[in-house]
């Protein structure tokens, strides 16, 4: 069963940076796909970005450029560096895993997800 658990979120200015974590815990299985993925108030989850367990990564239009998601395996952790912050940014961010290498930008694809961090810009 993994276990998901984010931290770093905050509020911060436009144009600003913040990095976000996710513990990972609970699967030692060597192949596998993490993704973050935000969901403002009124509006339906959606994918940010994904890297799977060759080190592949995807990003979503909207934050191509400004995000970078990357992974420590040593410390089982999984980050989101964002950085040119934009008032449309702001959302509740959460981790996935799915136990498959094949990444997905759909949370339906999802069995696994943290609690979730809130982000603001303003």
């Known amino acids: 069963h993994v276990q998901l658990v984010e931290s770093g979120g905050g509020s911060v200015q436009v144009g600003g940076s913040l990095t976000l974590s996710c513990a990972v815990s609970?699967?030692?299985?060597?192949?596998?796909?993490l993704g973050w993925f935000r969901q403002a108030p009124g509006k339906e989850r959606e994918g940010v970005a994904t890297?799977?367990?060759?080190?592949?990564?995807n990003y979503a239009d909207s934050v191509k450029g400004r995000f970078t998601i990357s992974e420590d395996n040593a410390k089982n952790t999984l980050y989101l560096q964002m950085n040119s912050l934009k008032p449309e940014d702001t959302a509740s961010y959460y981790c996935?895993?799915?136990?498959?290498?094949?990444?997905?930008?759909?949370?339906?694809?999802?069995?696994?997800w943290g609690q979730g961090t809130q982000v603001t810009v303003s």
């Open positions: 996935a895993a799915r136990v498959y290498r094949l990444c997905s930008d759909k949370a339906a694809d999802y069995i696994s």
């Open positions: 890297i799977d367990s060759d080190g592949s990564t």
């Open positions: 609970g699967y030692t299985g060597s192949t596998y796909c």
